[in-house]
């Protein structure tokens, strides 16, 4: 994987593009980092999702050269064999800025082809203009862990073995921490989020839950891949009959990243953006 990013223009200085290219995309497999966590690339994935990303700052040309304006919301499906680093992404949505365009519906279905083809799946990008409803928006979905009274003292790497959980008592519920951090593979920065865990099956121990994330705390990966690794591991340690796992990361160069993976058939309420983003 650290191979993989090195190629990219991660960590780099990069000068903006001035035309639409999108030979700036850069696709990163998927599968050697689900290998790492004994997912088979042959075999059916244990969870089913979608990456929703948020794009900020999002504008081209109209066909007479006056300057358009959008936020835009793709998803990106778990099941694609690639995802796209964010900041090749970024370049390449900084391309259109002077690229001009019929309509909007025009900018879509160019992003919308590039990115599918980028991915290998099908991609979608929904274009949130000024008057449109944006959301929902939420201030706590879930039951906080933060307010818990407990000392910690392991900030990496992350540790399955402080899961826990009671088969006596059964449960569904959903639980949520603003405290999740981690930091990019490759430039070292720190990846805020906040966190959302909805469950059916044996209660999960929560000071044990916060201390499990809290340990992703310099941990070094994609958040993609954070959210995998939440989900597998809380699968294998405390076996619920049903498990969803969300990621919200604040914004980073006008993009933020929303990773969701949840058991199969498993219908849960996605959470909207949080007051952070």
């Known amino acids: 994987m650290q191979d993989e990013l090195a190629r990219s223009a991660l960590g780099k200085t990069s000068v903006q593009p001035a035309a639409y290219d999108p030979a700036l995309l850069f696709a990163v497999p998927r599968a050697s980092a689900r290998e790492a966590l004994g997912i088979d690339a ?41 995802l796209v680093e964010s900041k090749s992404l970024k370049l390449y949505l900084n391309g259109f800025n002077a690229e001009r365009l019929e309509s909007a519906d025009a900018l879509r279905a160019r992003v919308v082809e590039d990115l599918s083809r980028a991915t290998g799946a099908q991609v979608s990008l929904e274009l949130i203009g000024r008057n449109s409803p944006f959301g929902p928006s939420v201030t706590r979905a879930g039951e906080s862990l933060d307010a818990l009274d407990l000392s910690i003292e392991h900030y990496g790497p992350p ?31 720190p990846d805020f989020a906040s966190v959302w865990i909805r469950y059916r099956g044996a209660r999960i121990d929560r000071a044990a839950l916060l201390r499990y994330l809290v340990s992703y705390r310099e941990h070094a990966a994609l958040h993609e891949q954070c959210v995998e690794r939440i989900f597998c591991d809380l699968q294998s340690r405390c076996s619920p009959d049903a498990l969803a796992v969300a990621a919200r990361f604040t914004r980073r160069g006008g993009l933020d990243i929303n990773p969701q993976r949840a058991s199969r058939a498993y219908a849960v309420d996605w959470p909207g953006r949080t007051l952070r983003q």
């Not at 948020?54 to 040309?61: Q, R």
């Not at 826990?164 to 430039?187: G, M």
């Open 42 to 82: 042959s075999a059916p994935l244990p969870f089913v999702g979608q990456d929703v990303w948020t794009a900020y700052e999002l504008s081209w040309l109209d066909a007479r050269g006056k300057p358009m304006a959008a936020m835009g919301e793709l998803r990106v499906p778990a099941a694609s064999p690639h």
């Open 159 to 189: 540790l399955p073995e402080l899961l826990t959980s009671d088969p006596e008592r059964r449960v569904e519920e959903t639980l949520a921490t603003d405290a999740f951090k981690s930091n990019c593979p490759v430039t070292g920065q």
